[in-house]
């Protein structure tokens, strides 16, 4: 069965206290990764798209990474305005060919001032 | 550009109360979908459309019908609202164009309560 599970569910960091997410995965056929954000009250806001081992992709002070079976997010010198819920899903192929989302129950970010 | 709209963004029913929750997109984005999200868990794919008139079922279709009459709006109903269905519906589009990118834009959301 298809999995994404992301840790930790809940982070606290102060302003300047960089620190990483995870997003470990277990699916067949990976088409891609994604990385959200989602504000309270809000809808996911798209960040990042990741397709194979070893890509990165950077904005401002976010990185994400790619492995084989994980990805993660590096939040560098975060900023409150980074607090938010970070959201990853992996694309893979369903039955019949066509291919499903899958997400992760996502980290819920906390930086304080 | 709006992106994707829905509403409406509250909504309070009685169990058994059937209503439609709208959604539209100005982006000409051929697939278009429904999720909903509920605490501790991940979004959950209701229903999803690749077209017009084209719709098939996601995860957890039950209790759910969609239509798909133009390119723009993906309307979900409840047909007998249940204390289940309390959860934040998200509606999302993305193109199926080679070659485009392959990403979800996320509606801000419709939250219902059934009492």
């Known amino acids: 069965e298809d999995q994404v599970t992301q840790s930790p569910e809940a982070l606290r960091l102060q302003e300047g206290e960089s620190s990483s997410l995870n997003c470990s995965y277990t699916v067949s056929g990976l088409r891609g990764l994604f990385w959200y954000r989602q504000d309270p009250g809000k809808g996911p806001e798209f960040l990042f798209t990741l397709y194979s081992a070893g890509e990165e992709k950077e904005k401002e002070r976010l990185k994400a990474t790619l492995t084989k079976k994980e990805s993660f997010l590096h939040i560098t010198a975060p900023k409150p305005e980074d607090s938010a819920t970070y959201l990853c899903?992996?694309?893979?192929?369903?039955?019949?060919?066509?291919?499903?989302?899958?997400f992760g129950k996502g980290t819920k970010l906390t930086v304080n001032p | 550009n709006a992106g994707v709209t829905q509403t409406p963004k509250f909504q309070v029913l009685k169990t058994g109360q059937s209503m439609t929750l709208q959604c539209a997109q100005d982006?000409?984005?051929?697939?278009m979908s429904w999720y909903r999200q509920d605490p501790g868990m991940g979004l959950r794919l209701i229903h999803y459309s690749v077209g017009a008139g084209i719709t098939d079922q996601g995860e957890v279709p039950n209790g759910y019908n969609v239509s798909r009459s133009t390119t723009e709006d993906f309307p979900l109903r409840l047909l007998s609202a249940a204390p289940s269905q309390t959860s934040v519906y998200f509606c999302?589009?993305?193109?199926?164009?080679?070659?485009?990118?392959?990403?979800?834009?996320f509606g801000a959301g419709s939250r219902l309560t059934v009492l």
């Open positions: 982006m000409n984005h051929e697939y």
């Open positions: 999302a589009s993305r193109t199926t164009a080679f070659g485009g990118a392959n990403v979800l834009t």
């Open positions: 899903a992996v694309q893979a192929r369903a039955q019949g060919g066509s291919e499903k989302l899958v």
